[in-house]
């Protein structure tokens, strides 16, 4: 779909055609940048204490993702340790995000026991926790139902909804029930025509001046086809998006980050904390990746975004759990 | 309609009338495996005569479920060891994949 003059950012430092966005993702503790009048625009690296920084007329949230809660594999022998682990660093942050976002795979095996054990540790967190599934939350014989029991009160068909926050106008997407087998598709994630044309209605009144946030558990851009990392209609998603001065789109899923800008749109995929998964086509399949013990935490951890009113920076801040 | 049964561990998870299990059945008819290995069913095509039990075993480290394209049968997450079995009786193609891993895809042949 990427079929313009957009750079993928993955890896190591690059611009994006507008020479404002620095990518330096993987040097651990800290991404910020900022979004004025509708365009991204790095801060540069920052650490922890820069992004403890009280921000006079914004706010900031946090994203966590993919906390596997139930897998005990050896990649994570203990993924609702981690779990814990990443909510106590939260909860540890001398400026308290205003909410938390969890873009799914909240748990391993979509079981009852793993939802409780989930909650159980969100519990800890001080602010509200909105929540999407990832598709190892609605895997049970269900097709769904003990995530949107627990999870889907109040919100639109299978889990989505919205909100405004500061001025933000946040998009939950669920790109998780309708996977197109790959018996002759590429296998890739759908949102579906209910969801889409919901989407529509949704930001029709907003101003072309909201920054937008929206969240999805796979990637809404096609970051590795052949391991299924992209969603099939997203393009038509993007599309009711156009108008928008900001855009930016956080998902999980592949467990590692993964950053591009196209037009006015930046697209971020977050790490896990629990465990990572290959870079794409670096390995015969997807799956957990086994680091040795002592480097699991530096390639686990969560996200912190700041969002300033007026001077309108949005930042994002990645925090490995070891650093 | 194919008769379905699940082995522990997920007996529990299962309910409804379909789900319930029947040993006598399994006993009696031919049985057949399918092994999910590195993000693979194999075999993928399996031919099997009426009344055969499949058993899919996940030998990944990530779960995995078999799911029909239809609905007409479909696993809750496999972890790793988990089994599923599916007694065919009825002829015909049986098209499913892993609903976690869509692009992994298999076909049972009741003939």
């Given at each position: 779909m990427a079929d313009h003059d957009d750079k993928d950012l993955s890896g190591a430092a690059n611009l994006n055609r507008r020479g404002l966005l620095k990518c330096m993702a993987w040097a651990g503790t800290g991404l910020l940048w900022t979004v004025s009048g509708g365009v991204p625009r790095s801060l540069g690296l920052l650490g922890d204490a820069v992004a403890a920084e009280p921000q006079a007329n914004g706010f900031t949230f946090l994203q966590i993702s993919d906390s596997h809660v139930g897998f005990d594999k050896p990649a994570n022998p203990n993924a609702l340790g981690t779990f814990q682990e990443a909510i106590a660093k939260v909860n540890a942050m001398p400026t308290q995000p205003a909410f938390v976002i969890h873009t799914g795979d909240i748990t391993h095996l979509s079981k009852d026991k793993e939802f409780d054990d989930a909650a159980e540790a969100m519990k800890a967190l001080k602010q509200k926790v909105y929540t999407i599934p990832g598709e190892h939350d609605v895997a049970d014989a269900d097709n769904g139902k003990l995530y949107l029991d627990r999870y889907g009160k109040g919100t639109k068909g299978k889990g989505w909804y919205s909100f405004d926050a500061g001025g933000v106008h946040f998009i939950a997407l669920i790109n998780v029930f309708n996977f197109e087998p790959g018996f002759k598709s590429a296998g890739l994630a759908k949102l579906g025509d209910e969801q889409l044309e919901w989407m529509e209605k949704d930001v029709?009144?907003?101003?072309?001046?909201t920054p937008i946030v929206v969240f999805a558990h796979l990637p809404l851009w096609t970051v590795y086809q052949e391991w299924g990392w992209g969603t099939e209609d997203a393009p038509r998603a993007l599309g009711y998006l156009k108008r928008f001065g900001s855009v930016t789109v956080l998902n999980g899923h592949i467990h590692q980050i993964q950053q591009k800008v196209e037009g006015n749109v930046s697209f971020y995929t977050a790490r896990s904390t629990a465990f990572p998964q290959p870079a794409p086509g670096t390995a015969p399949a997807p799956g957990p990746m086994k680091v040795p013990a002592e480097q699991l935490h530096s390639v686990i951890g969560v996200r912190t975004v700041n969002y300033v009113r007026g001077k309108s920076p949005l930042a994002i801040i990645e925090s490995p759990l070891g650093a | 309609m194919p008769h379905w049964k699940f082995t522990a561990p997920l007996a529990a998870i299962v309910s409804g009338p379909e789900a319930l299990p029947s040993r006598e059945a399994a006993a009696a008819a031919n049985a057949a495996a399918i092994r999910i290995d590195n993000f693979n069913f194999a075999p993928p095509t399996l031919v099997v005569a009426p009344g055969t039990t499949v058993t899919w075993t996940n030998a990944d480290d990530s779960p995995h479920t078999v799911r029909e394209k239809d609905g007409k049968f479909k696993s809750a997450a496999l972890d790793t060891d988990d089994t599923f079995s599916q007694t065919f009786t009825a002829p015909g193609e049986y098209e499913y994949f892993c609903s976690i891993h869509p692009r992994m895809t298999g076909k049972v042949v009741v003939k």
């Open positions: 029709k009144g907003l101003s072309a001046s | -």
